[in-house]
T-cell receptor, first 111, second 113 residues
Framework: GNSVTQMEGPVTLSEEAFLTINCTYT??????LFWYVQYPGEGLQLLLK?????DKGSNKGFEATYRKETTSFHLEKGSVQVSDSAVYFC??????????FGRGTSLIVHP | DGGITQSPKYLFRKEGQNVTLSCEQN?????MYWYRQDPGQGLRLIYY???????QKGDIAEGYSVSREKKESFPLTVTSAQKNPTAFYLC????????????FGPGTRLTVT
């Protein structure tokens, strides 16, 4: 079956630091890949997506590239802000009506 | 504005009472989902529905029930049989198909004492 593995948190950074949150997946076929963000007490919001190999999704300074050869979709941002503090979920959809989510990675950004 | 609404935001109930959580969407999506989220945990699928009048159990359906009488609505009932109902409940929808992203509501935090 499909699975998503993302790095354990919390990830703690100072403002303006570089962010990487690792995500790897196992899936049959060619899934679509997503990053969602969840702010405290809220639902998840789609942050970015990629639908085929080598696609780069980007939004609000965040980027992730669909790497089929390494089955990865790592999230990056060049300079984080305090307002980026949230939980980030990697997910895939493909081959099933049920998407597969990672366990989430908490990001804490200090001023 | 298109989106998903969940009500209420906070819900308190006494143990032994059934409670129904509302989920409505105006995105014209066929598929709808209910998830449960516990502190520091990921999402666990309770029920999902691909079409009106049809729904399937997810990973943790015991103690929950749903209905899908209208495309726009997918209410979740937490029954007294659910042993640990206190949690954050999230509703989501998506277009039908294998590869689409999900759109989430703001969530309902249920506390049972």
């Amino acid at each position: 079956g499909n699975s998503v593995t993302q790095m354990e948190g919390p990830v703690t950074l100072s403002e303006e630091a570089f962010l990487t949150i690792n995500c790897t997946y196992t899936a049959t076929g060619y899934p679509s890949l997503f990053w969602y963000v969840q702010y405290p007490g809220e639902g998840l919001q789609l942050l970015l997506k990629a639908t085929k190999a080598d696609d780069k999704g980007s939004n609000k300074g965040f980027e992730a590239t669909y790497r089929k050869e390494t089955t990865s979709f790592h999230l990056e941002k060049g300079s984080v802000q305090v307002s980026d503090s949230a939980v980030y979920f990697c997910a895939l959809a493909g081959g099933s009506y049920i998407p597969t989510f990672g366990r989430g990675t908490s990001l804490i950004v200090h001023p | 504005d298109g989106g998903i609404t969940q009500s209420p935001k906070y819900l308190f109930r006494k143990e032994g009472q059934n409670v129904t959580l509302s989920c409505e969407q105006n995105l014209n999506h066929d598929a709808m989902y209910w998830y449960r989220q516990d502190p520091g945990q990921g999402l666990r699928l309770i029920y999902y529905s691909q079409i009106v009048n049809d729904f399937q159990k997810g990973d943790i359906a015991e103690g929950y029930s749903v209905s899908r009488e209208k495309k726009e609505s997918f209410p979740l009932t937490v029954t007294s049989a659910q042993k640990n109902p206190t949690a954050f409940y999230l509703c989501a929808s998506s277009p039908t198909g294998y590869s689409y992203e999900q759109y989430f509501g703001p969530g309902t935090r249920l506390t049972v004492t």
